[in-house]
Nanobody, 112 residues
């Protein structure tokens, strides 16, 4: 069974940090580019960051560049999203994606 399971979301104050994790099963994790998306209330799903299968290349949305860092551990079949300097506009459900596969999402809420 192909599955992506996100964790690490929660409530954090502006300026705080969170680290999201996404663990895969049922796929050859090391063979795929992995991507984080997010969806804020009332808005469409948007690209956040991705990382090539060997971890050698990463891309970020302008809104998170310099604050978020994507990384992966192929041995653990896990991709991470380190989020620093969080702002209220980062509030969203964050989803992990491999081609054709979505996780269930994890809620991130930034509020004082």
């Amino acid at each position: 069974q192909v599955q992506l399971v996100e964790s690490g979301g929660g409530l954090v104050q502006p300026g705080g940090s969170l680290r999201l994790s996404c663990t895969a099963s049922g796929i050859t994790f090391s063979g795929y580019t992995m991507t984080w998306f997010r969806q804020a209330p009332g808005k469409g799903r948007e690209f956040v960051a991705n990382i090539r299968r060997d971890g050698g290349s990463t891309n970020y949305a302008n809104a998170v560049k310099g604050r978020f860092t994507i990384s992966r551990n192929n041995a653990k079949k896990t991709v991470y999203l380190q989020m620093n300097s969080l702002q209220p506009e980062d509030t969203a459900v964050y989803y992990c994606n491999a081609p054709g596969v979505w996780g269930q999402g994890t809620q991130v809420t930034v509020s004082s």
